[in-house]
């Protein structure tokens, strides 16, 4: 596709539900990034991959986070037993090679809500 | 650590005026990249500029220019001739040479307002 997608774009779960967040990198991408941005904050880093492999997942908050790429194209994050303050915009970019002056491209988000 | 720092919760420019949107940052690493990402209501980062720690010359990219004074450690976005569909949200990042991690680190965000 022209740029990264995500799905779904809306998400509301009862505390204590699992979700899954889809991320379709740019077709070629190698390094995959997640962060996730809290109301009137700046994304914050969550893991990183270079094609299939997790190479850095210190910003995982919990270990309720877990983000795998099997395939070294499509992404999943998925956090178990949600809480309220999980609640917030999960962002998705990519990268062609992952150089330090590379432009990530992200994706619309998906905006999770926990009641 | 990396830290970005934006002190301009809000601005407010008139339409075709220049207004800059200011970035402090701070690292101990001599090889850095900084990034201008727009995010409009809809959600989505749009990348705008980018300036390399050694790079002799500030960026430009159309009517984004990236004012870097690398001994104040800032990275002032100029955005000339405002429009209306300039109205967002501004993130100044960074992103530093390490083995093995690339994320990039960024500030709270300054939400512009072009007024007609």
């Known amino acids: 596709g022209a740029g990264v997608s995500q799905s779904p774009r809306y998400k509301v779960a009862k505390r204590g539900q699992d979700v899954a967040l889809r991320c379709d990198p740019i077709?070629?991408?190698?390094?995959l990034f997640w962060y996730q941005q809290a109301l009137g904050q700046g994304p914050e880093f969550l893991t990183y991959f270079q094609n299939e492999a997790q190479l850095d997942k210190s910003g995982l908050p919990s270990d309720r986070f877990f983000a795998e790429r099997p395939e070294g194209s499509v992404s999943t994050l998925k956090i178990q037993r949600t809480q309220k303050e999980d609640s917030a915009v999960y962002l998705c970019a990519s990268s062609l090679s992952g150089g330090r002056g590379e432009t990530q491209y992200f994706g619309p988000g998906t905006r999770l809500l926990v009641l | 650590a990396q830290k970005i720092t934006q002190t301009q919760p809000g601005m407010f420019v008139q339409e075709k005026e220049a207004v800059t949107l200011d970035c402090t940052y701070d690292t101990s690493d001599p090889s850095y990249g900084l990034f201008w990402y727009k995010q409009p209501s809809s959600g989505e980062m749009i990348f705008l500029i980018y300036q390399g720690s050694y790079d002799q010359q500030n960026a430009t990219e159309g009517r984004y220019s990236l004012n870097f004074q690398k001994a104040r450690k800032s990275a002032n976005l100029v955005i000339s001739a405002s429009q209306l569909g300039d109205s967002a949200m501004y993130f100044c990042a960074m992103r530093v040479s390490g083995a093995g991690s690339y994320q990039l680190t960024f500030g709270k965000g300054t939400k512009l307002s072009v007024i007609p």
């Open positions: 077709s070629g991408h190698v390094s």
